[in-house]
């Protein structure tokens, strides 16, 4: 997936491609497959009956095969071309109807700080980027009528029927989970959702970095560009350093103007706009909210101290 195909992505709700608003499963011929680069704002598991093909999974491309299981977070960033006559059953699911007792839990990003001891369901779709679930065939053989029960029970709907299709979703988590359990045990020892975390973060970071003189720096340009949706950035930028993309951005070009303004003798305005500000006079605002000075004083403080220290003359601003 590229940036700009990423950028345009749409995230769908449950209502837009599920009959139930808690949860919903359809084979390969009830609904038009998306075929673009696309979000949502619910869990969903993609199991492949048939066919070749590959997932794009947030930054992540790996084959998926007949017998590939992918479970995609909300607002994960995600691909799966289906070929023409492929088989493969879809299930969409909220939250809550996974896990009621982490209905609370507003971002999903804030499940990765769930012990998978105590929510090991989540594993599957916290780890899905480093690990290829594909099922052996006495695997399927096991599966295949459990997807079978649960498109019966979900067109019908009848009392007891939610309890029934939990029940069968979690037998389906538990049956991958166990099959893979040797990675998923060595994978959450390691902390590589943490490790993830902070591998998009520097992602981000560099991206920021490379475009802190482009006005057309935003929150979709960075999160298009490193693979990420918007919502999942700005929870990221929050839950790592405590502030909101705005924040974060601002403090990198007060940090580069300081840089100039200390060591370059180029007028105020123009490094103004190497940080990214056409505006001197907003540019001046928001240097002084941060550093308590306006640029020019800044640039006056560091040549008197750079006279006393070297006792030459700093030479003038270029005109």
């Not at 299930?91 to 105590?118: C, H, K, M, Y």
């Not at 939610?162 to 359990?181: D, K, N, P």
């Not at 350093?241 to 990198?252: C, I, K, L, N």
Request: with cysteine; proline share 5%.
């Amino acid at each position: 997936m590229t940036a700009s195909r990423a950028e345009v992505s749409r995230t769908y709700a449950m209502p837009e491609r599920s009959d139930r608003l808690d949860f919903y499963i359809r084979d390969q011929g009830s609904r038009s497959a998306i075929e673009e680069p696309h979000k949502h704002e619910y869990f969903q598991i993609q199991i492949n009956l048939g066919g070749d093909t590959e997932q794009h999974i947030g930054g992540v491309r790996r084959p998926f095969p007949a017998g590939a299981i992918a479970f995609i977070l909300p607002h994960r960033l995600h691909l799966i071309p289906h070929p023409a006559h492929s088989r493969f059953i879809v299930i969409n699911f909220t939250q809550a109807f996974l896990r009621a007792d982490t209905s609370g839990i507003a971002d999903p990003l804030d499940l990765e700080d769930v012990p998978l001891t105590q929510a090991p369901e989540l594993a599957p779709f916290r780890l899905q980027e480093h690990i290829d679930f594909i099922l052996e065939d006495a695997d399927l053989a096991e599966i295949e009528p459990l997807l079978a029960r649960m498109l019966k029970v979900n067109e019908t709907r009848r009392f007891g029927a939610t309890t029934l299709l939990r029940g069968y979703l979690l037998q389906l988590i538990g049956i991958v989970c166990e099959r893979h359990a040797e990675q998923i045990v060595r994978l959450s020892s390691r902390n590589v959702q943490k490790l993830g975390r902070r591998d998009a973060l520097a992602r981000v970071n560099r991206h920021v970095n490379a475009h802190l003189a482009s006005d057309a720096l935003s929150l979709t340009s960075a999160a298009a560009a490193t693979f990420l949706s918007p919502n999942y950035l700005t929870h990221l930028i929050k839950k790592e350093t405590g502030r909101t993309f705005v924040e974060w951005v601002t403090e990198r070009r007060i940090a580069r103007a300081r840089d100039l303004l200390a060591n370059d003798t180029r007028r105020i305005k123009d490094i103004a706009f190497l940080v990214g500000y056409r505006d001197e006079a907003y540019f001046s605002r928001r240097f002084r909210q941060s550093v308590g000075q306006s640029p020019s004083d800044f640039r006056d403080m560091h040549r008197n101290a750079g006279q006393r220290n070297d006792g030459t003359t700093a030479r003038k601003e270029a005109p």
